[in-house]
């Protein structure tokens, strides 16, 4: 079983900035990329960000494109998502998540491990 734990979340002005981060054990050689979703509320979850292990490839949403940065610390299993100029409708739950498969990064169905989330509240 893998675990997944986000942190990083809370309130920010719109135009700040956040960072998030995802912790994930143990086996990481075992799962080859790890995204980022967001779920608003009374909205479908949506793609935000992935990045291979490797850090060689980095997948964005075109909403969030020059704004965000994905990256991971490979030592300490751990993935962060800098977040940059949020607006207030980027207003969600955040989660990570592990996969095994090999492409289809912005697909939720190709994840097989979620964390339970992190809040980010942007006030506008």
């Known amino acids: 079983q893998v675990h997944v734990v986000e942190s990083g979340g809370g309130l920010v002005q719109a135009g700040g900035s956040l960072r998030l981060s995802c912790a994930a054990s143990p086996y990481t050689f075992s799962y080859s990329i790890m995204g980022w979703f967001r779920q608003a509320p009374g909205k479908e979850r949506e793609f935000v960000a992935a990045?291979?292990?490797?850090?060689?490839?980095?997948y964005y949403s075109d909403s969030v494109k020059g704004r965000f940065t994905i990256s991971r610390d490979a030592a300490k299993n751990t993935v962060f998502l800098q977040m940059n100029s949020l607006k207030p409708e980027e207003t969600a739950v955040y989660y990570c998540a592990a996969s095994r498969a090999a492409s289809g990064a912005e697909y939720e169905s190709q994840y097989d491990f979620w964390g339970q989330g992190t809040q980010v509240t942007v006030s506008s």
């Open positions: 990045i291979t292990w490797s850090g060689l490839s980095t």
